[in-house]
């Protein structure tokens, strides 16, 4: 996107402006392919901007209360279980997936892992496998629909 050239030392302000008006705007979703075959691009009103916006930031980034209903669903909240059943910690982890997400750089076994550090590792593994990484629990509590 090109900018109007506007002399002087405002012209950085101006340009951001003029920048951010245009993506205020519309939103450009990306590339898809129309029923003949044509490469199409979809714009949407602006009202439905910050609704998507919203959306998007609690699935991406669900916060600590989100990690503790779930923690709460697994284990009772229990942040340094270990029951014997090969999952640990509050968000119950396997030991393959504890120290592949790198929850090892932290302990051995999550439940001998702080709470944040148990949710660091989270967080690696939702972003990977998304909520069906805690199939019981995400489904009763909704999650998989963030």
């Not at 199939?135 to 509590?141: D, E, R």
Request: net charge positive; glycine share 12%; aromatic share 8%.
């Amino acid at each position: 996107m090109s900018s109007r050239h506007v002399p002087g030392p405002s012209r950085g302000r101006a340009s951001r402006t003029l920048l951010a008006t245009a993506l205020s705007a519309v939103v450009l979703l990306p590339w898809g392919h129309g029923a003949a075959g044509a490469a199409t691009q979809a714009a949407i009103p602006e009202a439905s901007i910050s609704e998507r916006a919203a959306t998007a930031h609690k699935s991406q980034f669900p916060n600590i209360k989100t990690w503790n209903r779930l923690a709460q669903c697994e284990s009772g909240r229990r942040w340094h279980i270990n029951t014997g059943n090969g999952y640990y910690g509050g968000l119950q982890f396997s030991s393959p997936t504890w120290r592949g997400y790198g929850g090892g750089k932290f302990a051995n076994y999550a439940h001998r892992a702080s709470k944040v550090e148990q949710i660091k590792t989270a967080r690696k593994v939702r972003q990977s496998q998304g909520w069906g990484a805690w199939p019981h629990c995400s489904q009763k509590l909704g999650l998989g629909k963030q």
